[in-house]
């Protein structure tokens, strides 16, 4: 009997219907949080649900995916999980994650007991042997993924090679590549790296990766094209073994036709201090003038300008000054902190900022993905990471891919 693979199969099936999830649930007569289980990887459906799910896939004639063996990854810079997990419902076996942040290690190791996680600086892990660490040979991994941060150096000369960036975070991802040599690696990154010192850090970076052996292609995805109800671009760099190499062996997640906002994310509802940090009374009173939609233009001049001081005269169009979110649209970029004044994002409903949980919502986290630490650290955490389903589509890609090399 063919063992089914629910979480791909789901998600082909929702991409074929063109459905949500709670829009798929509604299909099935099961709660949300049924088919985001499923679809996650933490439960398989009932014997019920797959009797109808079984009819649903015969009704719109696809086959569901059949279990196959995982493949191996490796993440560095793994932070609270969101690229690693949406690696893991693409079909990713992590064989270790690499974090040093204390706070983001204790969240990885609280939802994914089983997982490898090592809490140290990569710098020291990068030393030692690493296919005696992670018991591989060279070669034989499938997968390095992770962002290290790469705006600390710059294009010094015609001979810039790994050795000339030796000591930045880049370094250690590159000797990863140059140890294990994946047949793929990910690398991910913000858009600002594509015009950081004029286009030539990021030159910089992919004749590293060619150094070490590697045909890159890259593209900015906005996380919004992917189900996601968040507007967040992020530059992804994929990198193919040059003796795996051929043409059209990988292909970017095509965009997807569902644009979830905010009034399909589950909002909370007057979050307690403990979830949600809150404005001050001063800020707050100017939040209750600004209407859903709307920012500092939208209310009397002269109350906005003693807010924003000396924002007042800058230059540009300053929109994200007392912006406040309607639930027609997606979030903005979800970041490290509710109080960043140039980067305002007040709920629609309530005067406040967003709750951590509905950060983590909006980055695709499942609710009973768990954060550790204090509040302010729940909240850079998230806002960290790497959104869940963006990175599932990718991984699906990155799947598609090794399975190619492997024919």
């Known amino acids: 009997m063919i063992q089914i693979d629910y979480p791909k199969s789901l998600h082909k099936l929702r991409r074929t219907l063109n459905v949500s999830?709670?829009?798929?649930?509604?299909?099935?007569?099961?709660s949300f949080s049924s088919v985001n289980r499923w679809e996650n990887g933490h439960y398989e459906p009932t014997i019920i649900a797959k009797v109808k799910?079984?009819?649903l896939f015969d009704q719109v004639k696809i086959k569901p995916?059949?279990?196959?063996?995982?493949?191996?990854?490796?993440?560095?810079?793994?932070?609270?999980?969101?690229?690693?997990?949406?690696?893991?419902?693409?079909?990713?076996?992590h064989i270790g994650l690499v974090e040093f942040e204390k706070n983001a290690v204790d969240t990885l190791k609280i939802n994914r007991p089983e997982w490898n996680v090592l809490l140290e600086d990569i710098r020291e892990v990068c030393e030692r042997d690493l296919e005696q660490e992670f018991n591989i040979k060279k070669g034989e991994l499938d997968l390095i993924s992770g962002g290290a941060p790469c705006q600390s150096f710059s294009y010094a000369g015609n001979r810039l090679g790994l050795e000339d960036v030796r000591g930045t975070m880049f370094y250690y991802y590159a000797t990863f590549l140059r140890k294990l040599q994946p047949k793929l690696f990910l690398f991910e990154n913000v858009r600002g790296l594509l015009s950081h010192d004029k286009g030539?850090?990021?030159?910089?970076?992919?004749?590293?990766?060619?150094?070490?052996g590697y045909i890159t292609l890259y593209e900015v995805l906005n996380a919004w094209d992917y189900s996601v109800p968040q507007k967040r671009e992020r530059l992804i760099t994929i990198g193919i073994r040059k003796d795996l190499f051929e043409e059209e062996i990988f292909e970017f997640p095509k965009k997807h036709?569902?644009?979830?906002t905010i009034k399909d994310v589950k909002l909370d509802v007057n979050p307690d201090k403990e979830h949600c940090q809150r404005y001050s009374k001063y800020k707050e009173e100017i939040f209750k003038l600004v209407p859903p939609g709307g920012y500092w233009r939208d209310i009397e001049p002269e109350i906005a300008k003693e807010y924003m001081k000396s924002c007042w005269d800058m230059g540009g169009g300053r929109t994200g000054i007392l912006r406040r979110l309607s639930l027609d649209e997606p979030s903005l970029t979800v970041l490290t902190s509710p109080f960043m004044k140039q980067t305002d994002r007040c709920h629609p409903l309530e005067v406040r900022p967003f709750s951590y949980r509905?950060?983590?919502?909006?980055?695709?986290f499942p609710d009973d993905w768990v954060f550790s630490g204090t509040l302010s650290s729940k909240y850079k955490q998230i806002g960290n990471a790497v959104p869940v389903n963006l990175a599932k589509e990718i991984g699906l890609e990155l799947i598609k891919t090794l399975e190619r090399i492997n024919e």
Do not use: H, M, W
């Not at 999830?21 to 099961?30: K, R, Y």
């Not at 036709?257 to 979830?260: I, M, Q, T």
């Open 21 to 30: 999830q709670q829009q798929l649930a509604n299909i099935l007569n099961v």
């Open 53 to 55: 799910l079984d009819e």
């Open 65 to 93: 995916i059949a279990k196959q063996e995982k493949y191996k990854s490796i993440e560095l810079f793994a932070g609270a999980g969101g690229l690693a997990l949406g690696l893991e419902q693409a079909g990713f076996d």
């Open 200 to 212: 030539r850090t990021y030159k910089t970076i992919l004749d590293i990766f060619e150094e070490q």
């Open 257 to 260: 036709k569902y644009k979830p």
């Open 358 to 364: 509905e950060n983590a919502r909006f980055q695709t």
